[in-house]
């Protein structure tokens, strides 16, 4: 049995060690969870696990198509049609799923324990598919500020919307999130597990109340207001527990205030609604929720903590616009789109991680390391330099379109041309 897992795992090809080495970078259980998850059931045109990996690699990392990785494969020694990668690639999406999972931290089971905690950046984004007009998928990312690598990377369909509840929680964790997270069962879902909130709070779907249990007036406060801070002690309203938070309001600058106005003036109008003073008022102001002791981290601090809440969203961009995750090729609801977004995540990991060890000298990772990594990553998965000449004439034959009923467009124009100059 060990002996043929041995061969399930070994290289696509003998001589390439670098390719082995890449295969060290993904869970032990890679052969094992491949025939669990049935992505690998029997080894005819792809005859090993690696050689599985390494098509899911060339969809997914590299995006090639369905006849570019044929042609790659057949270079390789491997003939195979177009339509054997589609299949080959459908059944992957459950094995795909437990690698990314098994590929990323594991959760501590109590992080107030650790000697540097963990600062978890909350933020999604959404995905479309090609020819979509609406939002196909949601990616939801945990980045811990500490480490700065990804901890969770959460997949959902249109129907699962950004939520403090899909993340696994140890106690002692700090979440840190923006407005679109300030929901009473959201916070209440990390508090009851030990965590931390640092939320930043839209007062219309959040309300508070004093520690009598009055409803708070934030908007009569902060028109009072004479400087640049406003701090309350506060519960959430509906809490059974009864537990006491921070709300503080910091003024923003003169000009961001006006621009955040303008803003929500121009979504009233385009929904058609009477925008409310309070809102013209709340829009003037950041205000954020903390279940952090004071004396623990001071209101400039919470302040401060929040405006690194920025990090996520710069490694949702290097996603999108480095990797080009949301580039979807397939159909909504084929299950290839489903396989390209958890084979992307896989790669995109692999490209993180080895950022992150370049750049470990520094506090931030630049966009343009991850360009470097990717450069450095992608010979290793088609394994050019294993390219075989003598498969060439096969490659071609993979990579043409199929025949058509339909004249080719060139063909019928120097058919037509040719006639013209005849009667010339």
């Known amino acids: 049995m060990k002996k043929n897992n041995r061969n399930l795992i070994a290289s696509p090809q003998p001589l390439d060690t670098t390719f082995e080495a890449l295969l060290q970078e993904f869970p032990a259980d890679l052969v094992e969870s491949a025939r669990e998850f049935e992505a690998f059931r029997r080894g005819r045109k792809i005859r090993s696990v690696a050689q599985l990996l390494q098509l899911v690699m060339l969809y997914c990392g590299l995006d090639y198509s369905l006849r570019s990785c044929a042609g790659t494969l057949c270079l390789l020694g491997r003939q195979i049609s177009d339509q054997g990668v589609s299949e080959r690639l459908s059944g992957c999406a459950a094995w795909l799923e437990h690698l990314l999972k098994e590929m990323l931290p594991a959760v501590p089971a109590d992080a107030a324990n650790q000697s540097t905690g963990r600062w978890i950046l909350i933020d999604g984004s959404t995905i479309q598919v090609l020819g979509a007009t609406g939002t196909s998928y949601r990616l939801h990312l945990a980045w811990d500020w500490v480490s700065q690598q990804i901890v969770q990377w959460i997949l959902t369909d249109v129907k699962t919307g950004e939520s403090l509840k899909l993340y696994e929680v140890a106690a002692g964790d700090i979440f840190i999130a923006d407005r679109g997270y300030s929901r009473r069962a959201d916070i209440e879902a990390v508090l009851d597990k030990g965590g931390e909130v640092l939320v930043r709070v839209a007062p219309q779907i959040l309300p508070v109340v004093d520690e009598a249990g009055e409803k708070v007036d934030l908007a009569g406060q902060l028109w009072a207001a004479e400087g640049n801070q406003v701090s309350l002690r506060v519960r959430l309203k509906g809490d059974a527990r009864g537990r006491e938070m921070n709300l503080y309001a910091f003024r923003l600058p003169p000009e961001k205030a006006a621009e955040a106005r303008r803003k929500r003036a121009a979504r009233a109008r385009k929904k058609g609604v009477q925008m409310k003073k309070e809102t013209l008022e709340y829009a003037a102001w950041m205000i954020i929720l903390s279940s952090l ?12 903590i929040y405006r690194l809440r920025w990090q996520i969203e710069i490694v949702i961009k290097r996603l999108k616009s480095v990797l080009e995750i ?12 489903k396989v390209y977004l958890l084979g992307k995540s896989l790669y995109a990991l692999l490209i993180a991680r080895r950022s992150g060890q370049l750049s470990a000298h520094t506090k931030e990772v630049e966009w343009r390391v991850w360009k470097m990594m990717r450069e450095e990553l992608n010979p290793v998965i088609n394994q050019v330099s294993h390219w075989k000449k003598e498969n060439i004439s096969q490659a071609i034959k993979q990579l043409k ?23 010339v």
């Open 326 to 337: 949301d580039c979807l090729r397939s159909r909504y609801g084929n299950p290839l789109s």
């Open 293 to 304: 002791d004071e004396a623990r981290v001071s209101a400039a601090e919470v302040a401060e």
């Open 401 to 423: 379109e199929r025949k058509r009923q339909r004249k080719r467009q060139t063909t019928h124009g120097n058919e037509l041309l040719s006639k013209i100059l005849a009667i």
